[in-house]
């Protein structure tokens, strides 16, 4: 496992190396190297609020970890390469082990003409924490705000399984080009995968192994200072390992759960001055799956906005429309789509508010809570800068997942298979709530010293996803420019 695991990542590091060795000697590059060493205590508790899923020490953590970062970056008169290693050797006092994670991340920019630009990257991780490549106080996004398609996105694992040790590798090639001076072509292709450390098959206490194909392709056009468009497409290839656990009767064939996704949008902005403009988007979906054990489905949403600067540290979007959902051989689902963005900066503080309402779809969360879901998403971030050594963080979210054709263990818990003829029936629904705060002290120049709660509340249907996570992290990192050249 550890050697396809060090090939897959050379093979797949290598061309963006070799892109930005292709700038030549002969150009001039500015090349920083920074490196920073910390360590750190990570205490987690996690209570299930049935005694039946209350396993010895299950989701708990006591571990103290150790390692270094090193993060590079050249800049060439054509393109930027950045390379970021964090190895981590942690020990945890509750499994009395001995692991070292890793984190790695590539990526080169370069303009392959004035009009023609191209990125590669790579990302590779070895952890057990779901939530390793994310920070506890990352801002959310509006959803809609922009009109225009971004590409395939990270996909987020099931924090149910946090402590399975898991390693992922992301691999992307990306490009633009700009056909007129208002028109702007682009697409891409990323190569995701999945695998358990133990090389495990798949089942309710690991994650369900896939690989990942995406495409996507966008066109955006300025028509004149007041209207400009956007169209995208994008698809993508999913391919498990094997077929999750099934029903001793049920054919493999029938429960296999490779799957396709398409998607397309088309968005109109009205630009009315340099503080508003007016976002109008259609957006559909769908999911095809190749076995007979989940029900294809689809998705269309409608949706017009407002984005408005009221100064330059206010900024308000909002809007929404009215969604479609439907799941094959049942009636369709009419409902809405809904978003709200607001952001505001002062000298030594700043606080978002991010909510919205929509259907997606969530294949690759790694286990069999997938298909489409109906979502709603409340966030909010404060940070305040109270000295200029001294930081504190804020955090709150509080989200709902209903999904719309449960499957596995899920549909078991909402009693079998009953009679449903619309969509939206018979659905798994989930609540989370999580509230952080943290606090930051930087001193004797280089160093770094910070300490952060969080608080976890997941309410679910079954045993293994009514639980509330305590999670206190003390950190301390020294960080200097190590060369400059």
Partial sequence: MQRARRSLLLALCWPCLALAGGAGPALARETTVTGSAGTGYD?????????????????????????????????????????????????????DENEVDHQLSVGNERLLTSRWSLTLSDDFLYSDDPEASSSFFSDGSASGSTGQDQGPSRDALSRDLSGRQYWTNTAGVRTSYALLETTRIGGGYSYAVLRNEEGGASGSDSYDEYDKHSFFANLTHGFNQHWRSSVGANYTRGLYDEPPPTAANQPAAAANPDLDEYGASLGVDYVRSVRDFFPAKYVVSETQYDGESRRDSQSHEWSVGWDHAFDAQTRLALGGGPSYAKIQGLEGQWGYNAYLSFMKQYEHASYSLQ???????????????????????????????????????????YSWESEMDPQGEYLDALGGVPSTTATGDLTYDTDVYELGIGMRYSFARWYTAGVKYTYYVSDGQLDTDQYTDHQVLFTLSATKELWHW
């Fill in 355 to 397: 909510a919205d309402k929509r259907y997606e779809t969530q294949n690759f969360s790694g286990t069999e809570e997938s298909g489409l879901t109906d979502t709603y998403n409340v966030r909010a971030n404060m940070t305040v800068q109270a000295t200029q050594a001294l930081g504190f963080d804020f955090f709150g979210r």
């Fill in 43 to 95: 205490f987690r508790e996690r209570t299930y609020d049935r005694q039946a899923a209350d396993k010895e020490n299950e989701g708990d953590v006591q571990k103290i970890s150790i390692g270094p970062d090193i993060t590079v970056v050249s800049k060439g008169v054509y393109d930027t390469l950045n390379l970021r290693y964090s190895p981590k050797l942690n020990y945890d006092f509750v499994d």
